[in-house]
C-alpha cells in the first residue's frame, strides 16, 4: 500500500483481508420443498396478501378454506388464477392451498396468480423462464394514491362554481 493513502483505508483493507467473509456457497439454500413435497411463497397485489403452497396433485384449488369455484364466484378471478399453470402447460398436475387477507377479491386473485407462480418456480426451477416472460413472477407495485389535503379525492378538486 502506498503512503498517499490515508491510514483509515489501510486499517479497512487489513480488516477486510484478515477476517473470513461468507460468499453465496456457504450461505443455506432456501428449502423449496417440504418434508410432504409442498413448496411455499408469499404473493402480494395491491394490499392483498397470499400464503401459498402447491403441491402435486389433481387440481384442487382452496382458498381460506372454501372451494375456489365458492370464493372466486366471478369467471374472470378463477382464470386469473389458472394462468400460471396454462402458461406452463401444467393444468390439473398440483393442487394449490392458499390462505388471502386484505384488499378486495381483485386484488386477492392477483395476490394469489403471484403466490401461485412463485411456488410453480420452486416446484419446477425450469419453470421460471416461461413464468418471468409471462409477467407473473413481477409483483405487481401499483397502489391506490393518498388522498391530499385541499382535494375531494387523490387528485379530484371540488366543485368550482362562480357565484
Not at 16 to 35: F, I, M, S, W, Y
Request: with cysteine; net charge positive; hydrophobic share 35%.
Amino acid at each position: 500500500m502506498s503512503e498517499t493513502q490515508p491510514r483509515t483505508l489501510q486499517d479497512l483493507r487489513a480488516l477486510g483481508a484478515g477476517g473470513t467473509t461468507r460468499t453465496a456457497e456457504d450461505a443455506p439454500a432456501k428449502p423449496l420443498k417440504d418434508q410432504l413435497g409442498r413448496s411455499y411463497a408469499t404473493g402480494k397485489r395491491k394490499n392483498a396478501i397470499a400464503r401459498v403452497w402447491v403441491k402435486p396433485g389433481t387440481g384442487k384449488v382452496t382458498v381460506n378454506g372454501r372451494d375456489v369455484q365458492v370464493y372466486f364466484a366471478r369467471p374472470v378471478l378463477r382464470m386469473l388464477l389458472n394462468q400460471p399453470f396454462t402458461v406452463a402447460s401444467r393444468v390439473g398436475q398440483y393442487d394449490v392451498f392458499c390462505t388471502v387477507t386484505g384488499g378486495g377479491l381483485s386484488g386477492q386473485a392477483g395476490a394469489v396468480r403471484h403466490g401461485v407462480s412463485k411456488a410453480l418456480t420452486y416446484q419446477e426451477p425450469e419453470l421460471r423462464g416461461v413464468l418471468k416472460a409471462g409477467g407473473f413472477l413481477t409483483r405487481d407495485s401499483r397502489v391506490v394514491e393518498r388522498k391530499k389535503y385541499g382535494k375531494a379525492k387523490a387528485r379530484r378538486s371540488f366543485q368550482f362554481s362562480k357565484r
